[in-house]
């Protein structure tokens, strides 16, 4: 039996309220390849690790998947499983929470990811995306679409103590002198 994954209403739902008007949000439609990854930096506790690369106009960066937990799934040959998703980009980095499905006989899969944590202009990021695609030999290749919120326009902001956002630049940078 194949399993047809389709995008759930609520997974859009969640993709369109991103924060609200005044949170300026950037879209992503990106395709995103992966390899298996047996390195000593896989801590996976299930022995998945993936890297791999994501590419559009508004992200494009190295992958990082660590699988955290599998399990069987209903029906028959689907497993369900969680992770973590780290994208590094020449901007910064973003962390997502990923919960997908994956059908073993057909290699297909599906993913929500949210947003849990950033660096440089991914600080204050907020946002789900949902991925889909299919398993191959060596990896998956498949689409990520969605957006990311409150993402800074210049990726060398740092957390203060007072947790408030600043710009690292040096004040003659930032002048032009």
Known sequence: MKLHLKVPVAAMVLLAGC??????CVGVQATITTAYSMTPNC???????????VTSA?????TWFTAL???PSSPPGVASYAGDLVITTA??????????????????????????????AYLRAT??????????????EGTL??????VQRYANWVETPRM???NAQPANAQSGN
């Open 69 to 71: 937990s599998t399990q």
């Open 58 to 62: 508004n992200l494009k960066g190295t």
């Open 19 to 24: 924060g609200g008007t005044d949170s300026p």
């Open 91 to 120: 901007d910064g980095t973003v962390t997502l929470r990923n919960s997908g499905l994956l059908n073993s006989s057909s290699g297909h899969y599906f993913e929500v990811q949210e947003v849990t944590s950033g660096t440089g």
């Open 145 to 150: 679409s969605g957006s990311f919120c409150e």
């Open 43 to 53: 801590t996976s506790p299930v022995g998945v690790c993936t890297a791999g690369n």
């Open 164 to 166: 408030q956002a600043i």
């Open 127 to 140: 946002g789900q995306l949902v991925s889909e695609g299919i398993a191959t030999a060596t990896g998956f």
